[in-house]
């Protein structure tokens, strides 16, 4: 029988998390204070995150150990499986050979607990009793939801207002491991209060809850403030997941030619991608890897590289990234985790280098390519996770076109069995095609102070 599963023994669960920065041939620019608009040292992040988290946000170092705690939870889920994407290759008649990497046997289904444990661990080491946070689509909130409560803290989640009224089964999932949440914007915060104000009726989006919950974890002493996606640390935490595919694939006797992941804030792509790219530095390997969006928030492939703030109120240090302007609102898109205005600050100095390529898809397209995974496949594909199988599908294709085999690799970074309004919505034909204008994306430059970086 031909092998469609390849697994890893728990005792295969990396012990290091993988630092790209320390290969990077152009360094990250560091962070600028938003008032005085000053390089910050790591000092300034105190109020909000231990100290742990930010020497890991600004460590230089190649390897970072992971804590045999950390490495213990992982394994209620740990090593994920590899598939090889049989049903697929066959579904597109293609010579391609397509695997991909699933993240959805996590207890939250995603990847989002890679990251949400190895942060929960770090502030329970330091004395935190409450974390606060925002999520988009929910997958953030009940990953942090789950952490917290595994190290017996309080957690209090601001959740986009959109996801809240479309998700409600991510909320009671939250409630389940204990957490308070409420929908972004609220008015339990000055934030959430001053946006409330100028629009009732506003969907919310990630800048807005990430403003309210920051507000929240500044104003007390013995709570701290988590993310979910963008920052270094996070995309540190996330390199297990192509530390683990690595191996996977060598058990196969393979490697890939493209690696993909769906792009947020950058974190699964990171995850994925990065440990391929230290192959790209070390053995001068010519993987690409290739980062994929929605058309209604397309940062990287239409945005600016520029230093913006990470929230919409300017709370946040200004970071240099890839960016739509903070005060961009995206079309209320099914995929919430991608409905962020910027990319992290690694991700967007990669591309910049042409190390990392980025793709865009509408949202239409994205629907139709998961399900024709979930018809082939089996699996039901987050929202989010069905960007990266449309860009997988893209490149099968054209390899079909070119009568090349080519060896292709993509995150299926969560499934979908809490977003079946989505998919229904797809089949009622209420899914409709969406793009920004470049008016809509001039506009939201146009408000922002800082001039972009050449
Ligand atoms: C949060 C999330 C994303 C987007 O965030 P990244 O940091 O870019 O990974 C994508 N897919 C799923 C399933 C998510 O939960």
Known sequence: MKTRKILLTEQEIPDKWYNIVADMPNKPLPPLHPGTKEPIGPEALAPLFPMELIKQEVSADKWIEIPDEVRFIYSMWRPTPLYRAYGLEKALDTPAKIYYKYEGVSPTGSHKPNTAVAQAYYNKQEGVKKITTETGAGQWGSALSFACNHFDMECEVFMVRLSFDHKPYRKVMMNTWGAKVHASPSDTTEAGRKILEQDPDTTGSLGIAISEAVERAAGSEDTKYALGSVLNHVKLH?????????????????????????????????????????????????????????????????GVFRYDFGD???????????????????????????RYHGAGVIVSQLLKDQLIEATAHDNLEVFEAGISFARAEGIIPA?????????????????????ISRTILFNLCGHGYFDMKAYQDYFEGKIVRHEVTSE???????????????
């Not at 996330?238 to 769906?262: N, S």
């Not at 300017?314 to 903070?326: C, E, F, K, N, V």
């Not at 809509?440 to 050449?454: H, K, V, Y």
């Open 312 to 338: 919409t109120v300017g709370m946040t240090p200004l970071l240099p990234m890839y960016t739509l302007g903070h005060n961009f609102v995206p079309a209320p898109i099914h995929a919430g985790g991608l």
């Open 383 to 403: 929202p989010e996770a069905t960007h990266g199988i449309a860009t997988a599908i893209a490149e099968a294709n054209r390899c079909k076109e070119e009568g």
């Open 440 to 454: 809509e994306i001039a506009t939201s430059l146009s408000e922002l102070e800082t001039p972009e970086i050449s």
């Open 238 to 302: 996330q390199t297990i997941i192509g530390q683990e595919a690595i191996r996977q694939l060598e058990k196969a006797g393979d490697l890939p030619d493209v690696v993909i992941a769906p792009f947020g804030g950058g974190s699964n792509f990171g995850g994925l991608a990065f440990p391929f790219l230290r192959l790209n530095f070390e053995e001068g390997r010519k993987i690409r890897c290739i980062a994929s969006e929605p058309t209604s928030c397309p940062k990287l492939t239409r």
